[in-house]
């Protein structure tokens, strides 16, 4: 008969939200808690992929992870912000490529891969956007700067595409709308820090103020209350509610129906001031990661699930 050790699994806490909702707030241990998280993104699997300093992981529970199967002459398009396939090529290919076509000290900002054309854009600091062909080599296709393009500035900050393929690009000045190079500029003089995809709108938020894009490329903008925002805002994210997560040096939920806002402190067993990174997973779970604190899970309490590990394999 096999016996499960139920190790120290829930040092979670219940914390009332919105009426009747429970969510639990916990900080994780399947990684290095003093290690900073770049990345998380959940696959069309349900899979949760996690890139901090050490590398790559595969996150099965708040307490439980593998790294990654990668060589360590191998790179990851999920080890850098915004990362959302799992492509890897070598790493001297990869890096030498990069640094053909970026400046001197120049750092990658932002990637996001293109299924429908295999194309992956990377974002940089100084040297705008990098469009590689990723099949059947990994290639260059074109190098859009503020030289050559409608960008007005080089330091990109994140990238992302609709569902009906439209390009975004969130920049230190403006953000790039369009479809097969059929750019405009839009909003100049706001730096658009984050992006997420709501239905069949795009949300960009820029400073203090969040912006709706529809279909059509009509903008409207909600302002962000700036008490419930602190610092650089890094990323945005819908749950399942309908809920828009935002992470700045404060970690905030905003409820576009209610216009409710939800900031955690200490107060809800969230201690970190430094949030780089949100996902949600197919259960609704959100997923944080920090600069300071490592990864977090809030998810509701009805949610939560035990990690069986046994004296001895199945």
């Given amino acids: 008969m096999k016996t499960c050790l139920l190790p120290l699994l829930w040092l979670a806490f219940q914390t009332g939200l919105n009426g009747q909702e429970n969510l639990v707030v916990e900080r994780c241990s399947a990684l290095d808690n003093a290690t900073p998280i770049h990345n998380i993104w959940v696959d069309e ?37 915004g990362g959302n396939a799992q492509l890897q090529w070598d790493k001297g290919t990869f890096e030498s490529l990069l640094q053909a076509n970026m400046v001197d000290g120049d750092v990658v900002t932002a990637a996001h891969y293109h299924a429908p054309t295999k194309e992956l854009w990377i974002g940089t600091e100084f040297s705008g956007l990098l469009q590689l062909q990723t099949s059947p080599t990994l290639s260059l296709i074109a190098a859009h700067t503020d030289r050559n393009s409608k960008l007005k500035s080089n330091h990109i900050h994140t990238i992302e595409f609709d569902a009906s393929g439209r390009l975004f690009v969130g920049t230190e000045d403006g953000v790039l709308i369009g479809r097969r190079g059929k750019w405009d500029l839009e909003e100049r003089y706001f730096r658009f820090q984050a992006m997420a995809n709501n239905g069949n709108e795009m949300w960009l938020l820029s400073e203090d103020l969040l912006w709706i894009v529809d279909p059509r490329s009509n903008f409207t903008a909600v302002e962000i209350d700036p008490d419930m925002v602190e610092g650089e805002i890094k990323d945005i994210a819908f749950d399942t509610s309908g809920r828009l997560w935002i992470a700045s040096e404060y970690l905030t939920w905003y409820d576009p129906l209610t216009l409710e806002y939800k900031v955690f402190d200490g107060a809800d067993y969230f201690t970190s001031s430094f949030v780089n990174c949100i996902a949600v997973d197919d259960d609704g779970a959100v997923w944080v990661g920090t600069d300071d604190k490592g990864l977090y899970l809030i998810e509701e309490a009805s949610a939560m699930t035990v990690t069986c590990l046994l004296e001895q394999p199945l």
């Fill in 45 to 81: 699997e349900g899979q949760k992929w996690i890139a901090n300093d050490d590398g790559l992981f595969l996150v099965h529970a708040c307490d439980l992870s593998v790294p990654a199967e990668i060589k360590t002459s191998e790179y990851s398009v999920l080890q850098i912000p």
